[in-house]
């Protein structure tokens, strides 16, 4: 069946260092989204990216979307205690009914 | 703006005993709806979703069941809880199938002893 993989599942950085996580759908997606998940708390959009190739930039986040809409990744540069989560990709189904999360990439940052 | 409810926060049952969960939309009609279990640090499990009233899919044979008796409400049921139901549950809504950003209710931590 159609899967989307995260890696690392874990990541422990210190604060000021760089982090990426890296998504892989096996199958071509429409569209790839990104949330993030605060410990005890719910998933949280972030962002939507739709094109081949796309880049888009949030403060310190930045989102790629790969040339063959099937992997994606999320690099936040000098990371902050505030990052600290999981941060899960999500594409829509074969079916489009509905959306296939990946498996999820949890980062703690040390102060 | 759309809001979504979901009660209670936290819930604890003992092992056998009924379950109903209930999520709400406010401020949009038609909404796409889906519930969501989450083991304690893991992903996300989709269990349910619906886009329409009396609309249910299943994802994963289990021991719940959906109903949506409402356009706007989603209820997760079950007749008899079994230690692995514990989880997190979380409700969400969309405006597109599969394709739209999905918005996630505060969750029901249920813990089954």
């Known amino acids: 069946g159609q899967q989307v993989m995260q890696i690392p599942q874990y990541q422990h950085v210190q604060e000021g260092e760089d982090f990426t996580t890296y998504c892989n759908s096996s199958?071509?997606?429409?569209?790839i989204q990104w949330y993030k998940q605060r410990p005890g708390g719910h998933p949280v959009f972030l962002i939507q990216l739709v094109k081949s190739g796309e880049v888009k930039k949030q403060k310190r986040l930045t989102f790629q979307f790969g040339e063959a809409k099937k992997n994606s990744s999320l690099h936040i540069t000098a990371t902050q205690t505030t990052d600290v989560g999981t941060y899960f990709c999500a594409g829509p189904g074969l079916n489009t009914d509905k959306l296939i999360f990946g498996t999820g990439t949890r980062l703690q940052v040390f102060p | 703006s759309q809001t979504i409810h979901q009660w209670p926060a936290t819930l604890v049952q003992p092992v056998g005993s009924p379950l109903s969960l209930e999520c709400t939309v406010e401020?949009?009609?038609?909404?796409?709806l889906y519930w969501y279990r989450q083991a304690a640090g893991r992903g996300l499990q989709l269990l349910f979703y619906?886009?329409?009233?009396?609309?249910i899919s299943s994802e994963v044979p289990q021991n719940l069941s959906a109903s949506r008796p409402q356009d706007r409400q989603f209820i997760l049921s079950s007749k008899k809880l079994l230690l692995s139901d514990s989880g997190f549950y979380l409700c969400?809504?969309?405006?597109?199938?599969?394709?739209?950003?999905?918005?996630f209710g505060p969750g029901t931590r249920l813990l089954v002893l």
């Open positions: 619906s886009v329409g009233i009396g609309q």
């Open positions: 199958t071509t997606l429409s569209n």
């Open positions: 969400a809504w969309s405006v597109l199938q599969g394709v739209g950003t999905q918005y």
């Open positions: 401020g949009t009609s038609n909404p796409n």
